[in-house]
């Protein structure tokens, strides 16, 4: 068994079950060791929660990466979700330079908006300075609503396969170079991902359950992350995730008052049982 070395660059929610409370424990069950960098400290995610406390770790960003570079030590991927600021995005582009072995892999969630709207603290600045990290990526994870503005398209709650279409040239045109498309959906029924890989489209579709949780992009990224790690092809890592993920949303729904994030340490080893066959 391979066993890489990645880094993740995103914020602790310390309570909500998103980003590195999620990356790390989903990224490692996949049997990948997991390094951190976390942009920020809130007490808890953005969505849904008033009041949170955030602690903005962008200036402990140039010392990390300097020490990093001292000791000698690279990473075989580069995983980057929620950032907290836009002057983040500089310093990750110096990490990805500074800190990636030999044909380490880029992969960037643009974490930043859904629904429609951008998150709580994000504004137009960040979308612009977001767009060109995705352009040095090798794998982009938008959600729609992410797609969207950083497309500058209207977002839409019915659509055809033209409007996807339509976005995946202007991400292309961003710079953009395999893209997972998360929660597409042409039926009403059924939810999906687009794989859009070297400009072949693949669709793998999937039940749509009646709940929604919060912090299912993370999980999503970081299965997918975890998959492709262990060398399984974009696309069946694609599925892999979407697979996890719909497992962790049904779990959700078994629990009472769970809104503010997704159970998905029950099903962990759904997840582990499908990277490792
Ligand atoms: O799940 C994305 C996410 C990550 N981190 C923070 C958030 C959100 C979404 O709202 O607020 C802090």
Same mark, same amino acid.
């Given at each position: 068994?391979?066993?890489?070395?990645?880094?993740?660059?995103?914020?602790?929610?310390?309570?909500?079950?998103?980003?590195?409370?999620?990356?790390?424990?989903?990224?490692?069950?996949?049997?990948?060791?997991?390094?951190?960098?976390?942009?920020?400290?809130?007490?808890?995610?953005?969505?849904?929660?008033?009041?949170?406390?955030?602690?903005?770790?962008?200036?402990?960003?140039?010392?990390?990466?300097?020490?990093?570079?001292?000791?000698?030590?690279?990473?075989?991927?580069?995983?980057?979700?929620?950032?907290?600021?836009?002057?983040?995005?500089?310093?990750?582009?110096?990490?990805?330079?500074?800190?990636?072995?030999?044909?380490?892999?880029?992969?960037?969630?643009?974490?930043?908006?859904?629904?429609?709207?951008?998150?709580?603290?994000?504004?137009?600045?960040?979308? /612009?300075?977001?767009?060109?990290?995705? &352009?040095?990526?090798?794998? #982009? @994870?938008?959600? !729609?609503? =992410? *797609?969207?503005?950083?497309?500058?398209?209207?977002?839409?709650?019915?659509?055809?396969?033209?409007?996807?279409?339509?976005?995946?040239?202007?991400?292309?045109?961003?710079?953009?170079?395999?893209?997972?498309?998360?929660?597409?959906?042409?039926?009403?029924?059924?939810?999906?991902?687009?794989?859009?890989?070297?400009?072949?489209?693949?669709?793998?579709?999937?039940?749509?359950?009646?709940?929604?949780?919060?912090?299912?992009?993370?999980?999503?990224?970081?299965?997918?992350?975890?998959?492709?790690?262990?060398?399984?092809?974009?696309?069946?890592?694609?599925?892999?995730?979407?697979?996890?993920?719909?497992?962790?949303?049904?779990?959700?729904?078994? /629990?009472?008052?769970?809104?503010?994030? &997704?159970?998905?340490?029950? #099903? @962990?080893?759904? !997840?582990? =049982? *499908?990277?490792?066959?």
């Amino acid at each position: 068994m391979t066993y890489p070395k990645i880094l993740t660059i995103q914020d602790i929610s310390c309570y909500g079950q998103c980003s590195l409370t999620v990356a790390l424990p989903i990224i490692s069950a996949c049997g990948v060791e997991t390094c951190v960098l976390p942009s920020a400290v809130l007490s808890t995610h953005t969505g849904g929660f008033t009041g949170f406390t955030f602690r903005d770790l962008t200036e402990d960003m140039p010392a990390i990466k300097d020490h990093w570079v001292k000791e000698g030590i690279k990473f075989d991927a580069i995983y980057t979700g929620y950032l907290g600021s836009t002057k983040q995005i500089d310093y990750v582009a110096d990490i990805f330079e500074a800190t990636g072995a030999e044909h380490f892999v880029k992969i960037v969630d643009p974490a930043m908006a859904d629904n429609g709207k951008l998150y709580v603290g994000f504004d137009e600045a960040f979308v /612009e300075a977001m767009k060109t990290l995705c &352009a040095k990526a090798d794998y #982009v @994870l938008p959600n !729609l609503t =992410e *797609a969207c503005f950083l497309t500058g398209t209207e977002y839409r709650t019915e659509y055809d396969r033209a409007y996807i279409d339509e976005i995946l040239a202007k991400l292309t045109a961003l710079g953009c170079k395999n893209i997972i498309f998360t929660g597409i959906s042409y039926k009403p029924d059924t939810n999906g991902v687009v794989v859009y890989e070297n400009g072949q489209y693949s669709y793998y579709e999937h039940s749509k359950q009646p709940n929604s949780c919060h912090g299912t992009g993370d999980i999503y990224a970081s299965a997918f992350v975890g998959a492709l790690m262990r060398g399984k092809s974009a696309y069946e890592s694609a599925k892999i995730a979407a697979d996890y993920t719909v497992e962790c949303i049904k779990r959700t729904a078994q /629990e009472e008052n769970h809104w503010y994030g &997704a159970a998905f340490e029950p #099903v @962990l080893q759904k !997840l582990v =049982e *499908a990277v490792n066959r």
